[in-house]
């Protein structure tokens, strides 16, 4: 009598804010990260994963439901001066998995405002908040005075947020593996978010004279909509320089390396247990962080790679093809369907706005698309809506309320020149606008019901003189 196959483990790992360009693996910026790069290694790594949203809550909802946050509710951040709560409705891959007979776990961040874990499908959940008492148990009498542009925190790495979050990690990974069920860990750290505060020996790992400059620090923001400039003066950077900037990325770089470390501790238990065949290990970020980039700090109020472009690595020894994925992902999007997939669980056929990718990693052929979209609606300094579109070689930005921007990424990664006045790319950006307008549409953006003309129109922007043209016409001659 043959035995029936055991279903795989998932063990999810998500860090907050981490740069795509910022892992060892990416081949970006000297960051060590030995652990992350293996998991690449032994799986898929994507290269063009971008996140459905560069915020913090909204990328999470759109992960668990599976959905644009334009549609399900979740449209910035709910605890930063906008209050908002997610919609509890429609299908949960999350209950699907749990009612497939896993048992459930999730260790960390939980930002979906107005529901819980457990309507999720977790059984149990150590919080952001238990973690947190932890560390201040352990740095009593600490008074950091750097704010966001970090420090070095005094506590030893064991009581660092990184290594608390890991540790818990493991212990749920030892209860969950004597559960003798197929198991779901979902561990939710909310580091390398700024303030990089990292631990010895990760605190003085990366010399700030050696730092190299960003692709796109050498910023003058002309020809870009104001409100990039206007963020210097709502964060005070105007007169920050990258004498100054280079050593908030150097913390940032450590605190990476920290996390690295953290997921080495997590990924050596999963090997000591002998789960590690058995089990789908997923990495990725729901945004990265501007840390200096463009002069600017955080992430909001703008659509460059540094905070759409993410980390994405998924591993399953013996079923997942090893290899570089140049198709394009949206991220946190696609995670759900694809996860399904690979674990034979049926959805809905219209649960999600992703799509699975299963099939493409089990066969070792490119996955995703053919474009990839983000989208932004404001934060703490105002409401701004902003609509984005890349090829991998041409990246238009759709500001409803200011001019647009278009990126040549070949001629300039670092974003710098905005192009969009330039006649040379017109038959591109109205390709583009369409392709825009129809994804949209797709996920029931309701700003297109008032403003998509704009792109199905051809709207152009040059300075402050704008007008319409319709498909087919001829722009009038440059004054």
């Keep these: 009598m043959q035995t029936q196959k055991r279903k795989p483990n998932i063990l999810f790992i998500m860090y907050d804010q981490q740069r795509?360009?910022?892992?060892?693996?990416?081949?970006?910026?000297?960051?060590?990260?030995?652990?992350?790069?293996?998991?690449?290694?032994?799986?898929?790594?994507?290269?063009?994963?971008?996140?459905?949203?560069?915020?913090?809550?909204?990328?999470?909802?759109?992960?668990f439901t599976?959905?644009?946050?334009?549609?399900?509710?979740?449209?910035?951040?709910?605890?930063?001066?906008?209050?908002?709560?997610?919609?509890?409705?429609?299908?949960?891959?999350?209950?699907?998995?749990?009612?497939?007979?896993?048992?459930?776990?999730?260790?960390?961040?939980?930002?979906?405002?107005?529901?819980?874990?457990?309507?999720?499908?977790?059984?149990?959940?150590?919080?952001?908040?238990?973690?947190?008492?932890?560390?201040?148990?352990?740095?009593?009498?600490?008074?950091?005075?750097?704010?966001?542009?970090?420090?070095?925190?005094?506590?030893?790495?064991?009581?660092?947020n990184t290594h608390i979050t890991a540790r818990r990690a493991v212990d749920e990974l030892r209860r969950l593996h004597d559960t003798g069920k197929p198991w779901y860990l979902h561990l939710d750290c909310p580091e390398p978010h700024l303030p990089c505060r990292p631990s010895a020996p990760f605190d003085t790992m990366y010399d700030p004279e050696t730092v190299p400059v960003w692709a796109g620090f050498n910023e003058n923001f002309e020809g870009k909509p104001y409100i990039r400039k206007q963020q210097l003066y709502n964060w005070g950077l105007e007169d920050r320089g990258w004498d100054e900037w280079r050593k908030t990325v150097a913390l940032y770089y450590g605190i990476i390396s920290q996390c690295d470390d953290a997921v080495g501790r997590v990924t050596a238990e999963l090997d000591r247990l002998g789960e590690r065949e058995n089990t789908v290990i997923i990495y990725t970020s729901d945004h990265g962080d501007m840390c200096g980039s463009h002069r600017l700090i955080d992430k909001h109020y703008n659509m460059y790679d540094?905070?759409?472009?993410?980390?994405?690595?998924?591993?399953?020894?013996?079923h997942i093809i090893p290899r570089r994925n140049s198709g394009f992902t949206h991220g946190c999007l696609d995670l759900g369907p694809t996860l399904l997939g690979l674990l034979g669980i049926d959805c809905p056929v219209d649960a999600f706005h992703g799509a699975d990718l299963s099939d493409a990693l089990i066969s070792g052929r490119d996955t995703g698309g053919e474009f990839a979209?983000?989208?932004?609606?404001?934060?703490?300094?105002?409401?701004?809506?902003?609509?984005?579109?890349?090829?991998?070689?041409?990246?238009?930005?759709?500001?409803?309320?200011?001019?647009?921007?278009?990126?040549?990424?070949?001629?300039?990664?670092?974003?710098?020149?905005?192009?969009?006045?330039?006649?040379?790319?017109?038959g591109r950006v109205k390709e583009l606008r369409v392709k825009l307008h129809d994804e949209l549409k797709r996920c029931s953006d309701g700003i297109i019901g008032w403003t998509g003309r704009q792109l199905t129109e051809g709207r152009k922007l040059r300075g402050n003189a704008e007008y319409y043209l319709p498909q087919g016409g001829t722009p009038p001659a440059r004054r």
């Excluded at 960390?108 to 560390?135: K, V």
């Excluded at 540094?306 to 013996?318: H, K, S, T």
């Excluded at 020149?417 to 330039?422: E, K, S, T, V």
């Design 20 to 63: 795509y360009d910022c892992v060892g693996f990416s081949r970006g910026y000297p960051v060590r990260t030995p652990h992350i790069d293996a998991v690449a290694e032994r799986g898929a790594w994507f290269e063009r994963a971008y996140t459905p949203i560069p915020v913090c809550a909204p990328a999470r909802q759109a992960l």
């Design 66 to 160: 599976g959905r644009r946050p334009e549609e399900s509710g979740g449209l910035w951040n709910p605890h930063i001066v906008f209050p908002l709560h997610s919609r509890l409705e429609g299908f949960r891959w999350t209950n699907a998995i749990r009612d497939a007979g896993y048992a459930t776990s999730l260790v960390g961040l939980w930002e979906l405002s107005g529901c819980t874990p457990s309507d999720y499908g977790f059984e149990r959940h150590i919080s952001r908040a238990e973690l947190a008492a932890e560390h201040e148990a352990n740095i009593t009498g600490v008074n950091f005075t750097n704010g966001f542009f970090g420090e070095s925190d005094p506590a030893p790495l064991e009581y660092n």
């Design 306 to 318: 540094d905070i759409c472009r993410v980390p994405l690595a998924i591993e399953w020894d013996g």
């Design 373 to 426: 979209v983000s989208t932004y609606n404001g934060q703490q300094f105002g409401l701004f809506c902003e609509r984005m579109i890349t090829d991998g070689r041409l990246k238009y930005v759709w500001n409803l309320t200011d001019i647009d921007e278009l990126y040549d990424l070949d001629r300039d990664p670092g974003e710098l020149c905005n192009r969009i006045n330039d006649d040379a790319y017109a």
